[in-house]
């Protein structure tokens, strides 16, 4: 058994995302075990160098995570031959030019979402990566989330029987600054700095909803700005420019539907932050970010409408929670080593950017369905 290096850019590595989940979930605990076992039997260790724009920052946090290697100067990283992959995480724009300055210093590419704020861009990344013989990817996290993987195995062993609707819902409520800080960021309420619910969120929902239910055919979508005005980081009062909340209707090849609803201004009454909703003709299945609970033809309850008194069915208990048959791994790790292994022993990549194509093309569609007031249909999109 050898031991393998691969070093890693991580561009953005002092943002949120990319300190706690890239870092400390995923790349450095892999580190730590010695090393992510490839199919030969050796371990690929990786060794990331931190990039960003304050040194300050830098140099701190690597001290705090033990990490060896940060540098202000991306050009100077990339001109590395011993970095081999290129990752970026910071917030805002210009993720394809920077992607394509990795893919010119022949790195391949690792990349957070949204790669772009429109589909040909993502399609033009990907044939420039194509051609240089480069391997490309994008950050799918939520289907490795334990809820989502049980609820696939339900779908998969079809004890559901014909699919006949999906549910997704999501949300919170995200307080608007003036009195109670807000949990989420300004910069994801102005669209200058690239924010805006359906361009954060719709991209996880389409690699989701293929996933468990394939790909949809076609979608009509309203979007609106729920809290108009919102307080900064500095509490000074701004307008929102983008929307804060959005429902979509999917149809599905053979009949089945699908709604959508995701806010940032929803308070919530419901199993948690994300809840997935399979319907079947032989039985239902609920699914959050940990659990999933499912209920049989032969469990179905036969309720009646209470006028009189109220409901004596306790309709939660009538449902049986999928136990535990597999051991929680994060969920951004498990994307990491997916990719990992593309890059070392070419392993399939299921999160290639014809993925993040796909989550643009329902973006996009989102809005012209808004603004035209009417259905869009959703080609299918071949790779």
Not at 226 to 241: G, I, L, M, S
Not at 307 to 328: G, K, M, S, Y
């Amino acid at each position: 058994m050898a031991t393998r290096r691969i070093g890693i850019i991580v561009h953005g590595a002092t943002s949120r995302i990319g300190t706690t989940q890239h870092l400390m979930n995923s790349l450095l605990p892999i580190r730590a075990e010695g090393g992510l076992p490839l199919a030969n039997g050796d371990r690929l260790v990786p060794d990331p160098i931190l990039v960003g724009r304050s040194a300050d920052k830098l140099a701190a946090l690597t001290a705090r995570l033990g990490v060896e290697r940060w540098t202000t100067d991306l050009d100077a990283a990339l001109a590395d031959p011993d970095d081999e992959v290129f990752f970026e995480c910071a917030f805002g724009g210009g993720r394809v030019g920077l992607a394509k300055r990795a893919l010119a210093a022949g790195k391949h590419i690792h990349l957070e979402k949204p790669v772009a704020e429109s589909m040909a861009e993502v399609l033009d990344l990907r044939a420039v990566a194509e051609a240089a013989g480069r391997k490309h990817a994008v950050m799918q996290d939520k289907i490795h989330l334990p809820g989502l993987v049980k609820l696939k195995t339900v779908l998969d062993l079809g004890t559901l029987g014909k699919l006949l609707s999906m549910k997704l819902e999501f949300g919170w409520w995200v307080f608007d600054g003036e009195h109670i800080p807000a949990q989420r960021t300004s910069w994801n309420y102005r669209k200058a700095t690239g924010g805006g619910l359906v361009l954060d969120m719709f991209p996880h929902w389409r690699y989701v909803i293929d996933h468990l239910f394939g790909a949809p055919t076609a979608l009509t979508c309203h979007m609106r700005t729920a809290q108009p005005k919102r307080w900064n980081e500095q509490h000074q009062p701004y307008d929102v420019d983008v929307e804060d909340e959005a429902r979509a209707i999917l149809e599905f090849p053979g009949g089945m539907v699908g709604e959508v609803f995701s806010s940032w201004a929803t308070r919530i009454r419901r199993d948690d932050m994300l809840v997935v909703t399979a319907e079947g003709t032989m039985g239902s299945a609920v699914a959050t970010l940990h659990q999933c609970w499912t209920q049989s033809l032969a469990n179905t309850p036969k309720p009646v409408f209470p006028v009189q008194a109220p409901q004596t069915i306790d309709f939660r208990e009538t449902w049986a929670e999928v136990p535990e048959l597999l051991p929680f791994k994060n969920s951004y790790r498990q994307a990491w080593e997916a990719y990992l292994r593309h890059v070392a022993e070419d392993a399939p990549n299921t999160a290639c950017l014809l993925q993040a194509a796909r989550g643009l093309q329902l973006i996009e569609a989102c809005h012209a369905s808004h603004r035209q007031r009417r259905w869009v249909d959703l080609p299918a999109m071949q790779g």
